[in-house]
């Protein structure tokens, strides 16, 4: 018969060997879900624009897919990837050539 001491003796010695199922490795691990980004996660951004400046921004990817099309490539920009580019460019400007650009010379 198991007595409420005997329980607790068997409970402590079980948490005294640490016991772990599949210690030996031959267990198969899973990976579930999506994979760990290395990378620093995008997330949406506001821009508050009027509707013709967002008419005029969104006319630039096409006409870049326009033309590139025409040219006989094959390029899908969009309007995250074009503003994604535009500011790589501008951040590696020197100071003079930002402001430059800035300034419309």
């Known amino acids: 018969m198991l007595s409420r001491k005997n329980l607790q003796a068997q409970e402590r010695q079980l948490k005294q060997e640490e016991f772990v199922d599949s210690a030996e490795g031959t267990?198969?691990?899973?990976?579930v879900g999506r994979p760990k980004l290395d990378r620093e996660k995008r997330e949406p951004v506001t821009l508050s624009l009027?509707?013709?400046?967002?008419?005029?921004l969104d006319a630039i990817p096409k006409r870049i897919n326009f033309?590139?099309?025409?040219?006989?490539?094959?390029?899908?920009?969009?309007?995250?990837?074009?503003?994604?580019?535009?500011?790589?460019r501008l951040s590696s400007m020197s100071d003079d050539e930002l402001y430059k650009w800035y300034k419309g010379n």
């Open 50 to 56: 009027t509707k013709t400046e967002t008419k005029n």
């Open 67 to 88: 033309l590139s099309y025409s040219n006989g490539e094959n390029v899908e920009l969009n309007r995250s990837d074009f503003i994604r580019l535009m500011t790589e």
């Open 27 to 31: 267990a198969i691990v899973r990976k």
